[in-house]
């Protein structure tokens, strides 16, 4: 198992928001390291509570991506580097979220 490394959004990578149509179209962009300027999108995230759960039994998170820009790169999409990286972003987007939630409402 890959291990979580913590990014910052605005310095490891960086949202970039099509204006037209808002959200449906937001990719991100790595900002530092091997796949520095590397633009992506999430195209679906899911957790199947029933397959896949790791052996301390903790939940994982399934994706699939498309690449809009790989900056020379050879084929991403069968690069496990490259996985492992947007990988950890999309736990620190997912975290992120969890937390600014529990701020906002901490009841929940």
């Known amino acids: 198992m890959t291990e979580m490394k913590t990014l910052q959004p605005g310095i490891d ?6 204006e037209k149509v808002k959200d449906e179209d937001t990719a ?3 900002n530092n390291g ?8 999430y195209n679906r995230v899911w957790v199947d509570e029933t397959l896949n759960q790791t052996p301390e039994g903790d939940m994982v998170v399934n ?7 790989n900056k020379g ?3 991403l999409q069968e690069n496990l580097e490259f996985k492992a990286h947007i ?4 736990q620190t987007i997912i975290l992120e979220g969890i937390n600014r939630a529990m701020v906002e409402d901490p009841g929940t």
């Open 87 to 90: 990988s950890n972003i999309l």
């Open 13 to 18: 990578f960086s949202f970039m928001i099509n």
């Open 34 to 41: 091997p796949f520095e300027g590397v633009t992506y999108r």
């Open 28 to 30: 991100i962009m790595i």
């Open 73 to 75: 790169n050879e084929d």
């Open 63 to 69: 994706f699939d991506y498309s690449i809009i820009n």
